[in-house]
């Protein structure tokens, strides 16, 4: 976890590594595998059909929210602000459920979550398309375009996941 924090944290901040190839290249592939262990850990905790649900949900919706970002006439890429904001409350509220032991409160974190992400998918989605939108990536910073929307999706998953869980939970 630490690993995969630092390799997000240089290929996010250090424009020259993120623009060198191939070691672009291999610090993403890098951050993929440790994503995907901790993945499979964070999976081997439900059972798989609650993970198969979960992944077909996910899918599902970002699919939806990517043809959304492609033809909305609104411009998320305006919102960095407000999602910054809202991804900084949301990172104090989960601090705040290591002392709270409710699933309520649980269930109401991970839905918040799976909506805050959604909207970092379509505002990551906007900002690679470039266009009519106020702000956009540059091609040449396809490391950061590909590991954002990474990001988004696996923490949508894992939203998801949770929200699934709990819905099964005997």
């Not at 909305?72 to 509220?93: E, N, P």
Request: hydrophobic share 55%; aromatic share 14%.
């Amino acid at each position: 976890m630490v690993i995969t924090f630092v390799l997000m944290i240089v290929l996010a901040c250090c424009e020259s590594v993120r623009r060198s190839f191939p070691v672009n290249l291999i610090l993403l592939m890098l951050f993929t595998v440790c994503e995907s262990v901790l993945l499979g850990t964070v999976s081997s905790f439900y059972r798989v059909e609650e993970v198969m649900i979960a992944a077909g949900i996910c899918t599902v919706v970002c699919l939806g929210l990517t043809l959304f970002a492609f033809q909305t006439k609104w411009d998320f890429t305006t919102m960095s602000g407000i999602l910054f904001v809202c991804a900084l409350v949301f990172m104090c509220f989960g601090f705040a459920l290591i002392f709270i032991r409710s699933d309520i409160v649980r269930l109401v974190y991970a839905c918040i979550g799976a909506l805050l992400f959604s909207v970092y998918l379509v505002f990551d989605t906007q900002m690679m398309l470039g266009g009519n939108h106020k702000y956009s990536v540059s091609p040449e910073e396809y490391i950061f375009a590909a590991l954002s929307l990474y990001v988004d999706i696996v923490n949508l998953f894992l939203m998801i996941l949770q929200i699934v869980g709990y819905a099964n939970k005997d």
